[in-house]
């Protein structure tokens, strides 16, 4: 079992201690359902943000999350890897409680006010007002599980304890149980990452807790009413590849919802900024050229459109572009460092040729058809040409290019690399009639610094190479060269 927040917080000291406390605050019992239904409510009467971090789906996935959670239905979350889905499930613990009452010691995460266990009913009716009362933080009321063949209905509802047994007690006595996983998230949020992976068998351990809300356990005559949130995930293909959910269990959940990934250009950008981890600076148009990549590739016929690309394929592709970057400005620094004379060091900015590299670091994260193998760097590379031509006709429409033209139209060439430096590019180029205002739709402002204008550079370069008004050729050390087309 995991929680998103692996340092359990500490209850304010202005909490009820005793159940007599609890009482006289007001305090009512409400289901896991009850509580996240009038969270959700008051959030959105607030207009407060209902599913941070969660970026394409507003009105399409969460209108239909907000109802099923209204409903009070468990919920199964069906779409292609990458599409958020444990994501969106996780953020659901947010909308608990902040502080909840539990007895102190229960394994169940018992309230004070509704106890389940024998134990815990002769605790209370003993203590009475005077019983103590701990408090749970919702980051301690969300459990998950991901999916694997070889889990087992005691991983996941409990089995008999030999230990206990040792120790004395009968086989009839219900403490000789060692609760399994979802009762132990009892009062909160359970989550099956990758249900159809489990067992038929281990699946059907699971219709209680789904119908009934409670649990069997080997020949005990146990009644647990338990009181959580089931919420599982699946990839639809999974039906029929690895596994599937069997028919009774898809029948208990109340909501099937279907994900999806982002459906425009703007939302795949937002989710690039959102979740990269970028070490070095990547100018926008750059981003887009690796968002329009990633949409291509999804949509590309060569591959697999029953795995789908993955959300991550871009995030990995802005970071691994990022890296590029910074791996060369940190050769041109030791190259530039080996003189006496001080040179201004190299700051690492992505230019549109460093995303090159993806085509073999990531072609892994990819699916491709069957006839295509051994294609599948080309194919990339195909689609990251076509991706970077989009984008310089969506960036640079209108604009007149004639001064990066005129540059190699008496023979001139203009070399560029993964270790040119900026100052080596700018400097091949000159003053450039236009470039200030290629600048300007770039986004980089009025004073960009020399390594955003050799971005803008490059990829002015390679735009009119891939719509034929430069030539290019790509020399043994691996430095690109434009130049004319004769």
Known sequence: MTAPNPVTPVPPADLPRTLGALRAAGHRYRTVKQELRDNLIARMRAGADRFPGIVGYEDTVLPEV???LLAGHDVVLLGERGQGKTRLIRSLAALLDEWTPVIPGSVL??????????ASRAQVAEAGDDLPVGWLHRSMRYGEKLATPDTSVGDLIGDVDPIRIAEGRTLGDPETIHFGLVPRTNRGIFAVNELPDLAERIQVALLNVLEERDIQVRGYQLRLPLDLLLVASANPEDYTNRGRIITPLKDRFGAEIRTHYPVDLELELALIRQESDLVAEVPEHVLEVLARFARAVRESPSVDPRSGVSARFAIAAAETVAAA??????????????????????VPVARVGDAVSVTSTLRGKVEFESGEEGREIEILAHLLRTATAETFRARLAGLDLSGFTDLVAEGTVIETGELVGSADLLRQVG????????????????????????AGVEFVLEGLHLTRRLGKDVTDTGRTVYGGRG
């Open 66 to 68: 907000e109802r099923a």
């Open 109 to 118: 995460n018992e309230h004070p006010l509704h106890p389940l266990t024998p």
């Open 325 to 346: 970057a910074l791996r060369r400005a940190a050769l041109i620094g030791a190259a530039s460092g080996s003189g006496d004379e001080a040179v201004r060091p190299e």
């Open 431 to 454: 003053t450039v009639p236009g470039l200030a205002k290629v600048l300007d739709r770039l986004g980089m402002g009025d004073a960009p610094t020399p390594e955003e204008a050799a």
